[in-house]
């Protein structure tokens, strides 16, 4: 696969964190940019709460933006820390966690520093809609695969590349139904499942479920679906 890059050391695009960045401020009003997102969050949790008990558990979510995932986590008992590159979005976090006074540890930080600091710390890793948004994927993975406890768990979600994908999440998303800001997607990025396969199985993770994930617009509601052909989400496990 082709990947922009910004650099031979940082897996990360500038350009991607400043437009990200752009839209903290309206990242926790359900009716602005994330509109999308927000709809989809419950679903997220509620994948994440059918595989593993997040009362007490060492959670990490990982490109955690404005922190919509990580304090639902954190709601449901986890103990949370939460990463992401963008400064706008960690600032917001932080500001908005006060506001709901809930406990989440976020850090300006790459999952990579992090892994090289706390390899093995949690029980489990969340990165949702994020692997398609920086130059390496593969790496992510394995970082995350670093920072697991043995037999803790991967939670990842992603798009399909797929003309399905590519019709619904950018040219209906972004371009007819104004869901989504132009730009938000490059069609080159998104990923098929069997490459997300492989970089698990790379990294020692055991690939143990993958469900499609499908926003319903008209209803602003999204819900678990067998097809994978769009959105999808993914559970891997650290062996033990």
């Known amino acids: 696969?082709?990947?922009s890059t910004t650099g031979a050391k940082e897996n990360f695009d500038q350009a991607e964190l400043d437009k990200f960045g752009a839209l903290a401020n309206r990242w926790w009003d359900p009716q602005g940019p994330q509109k999308a997102l927000h709809a989809l969050n419950p679903v997220r949790l509620d994948y994440v709460k059918r595989r593993i008990a997040l009362r007490d558990a060492s959670v990490l979510d990982v490109g955690c933006g404005a922190g919509l995932l990580?304090?639902?986590l954190a709601r449901e008992g986890a103990l949370v820390t939460a990463t992401d590159l963008a400064p706008e979005l960690i600032k917001v976090a932080k500001l908005h966690k006060l506001e709901s006074q809930i406990s989440v540890d976020y850090r300006l930080q790459s999952v990579e520093s992090l892994a090289a600091e706390q390899p093995g710390s949690f029980d489990a890793i969340t990165c949702m809609e994020m692997l398609e948004h920086v130059p390496d994927p593969s790496a992510i993975?394995?970082?995350c695969a670093t920072l697991l406890k043995p037999g803790g768990q991967l939670f990842l979600s992603t798009l399909n590349r797929t003309p399905a994908a590519f019709a619904l999440a950018i040219v209906g998303a972004e371009y007819v139904a104004r869901l989504l800001p132009k730009g938000t997607h490059h069609y080159q990025d998104f990923i098929k499942p069997s490459e997300l396969a492989a970089?698990?199985?790379a990294a020692g993770l055991q690939l143990e479920d993958v469900?499609?994930?499908?926003?319903e617009p008209w209803r602003n509601a999204a819900r678990i679906i067998g097809r994978t052909d769009?959105?999808?989400?993914a559970c891997a496990r650290k062996p033990l």
């Open 1 to 3: 696969m082709t990947r």
């Open 70 to 72: 990580s304090e639902a």
């Open 141 to 143: 993975v394995a970082a």
């Open 199 to 201: 970089w698990l199985r």
């Open 211 to 215: 469900s499609g994930l499908a926003y």
């Open 230 to 233: 769009v959105n999808y989400l």
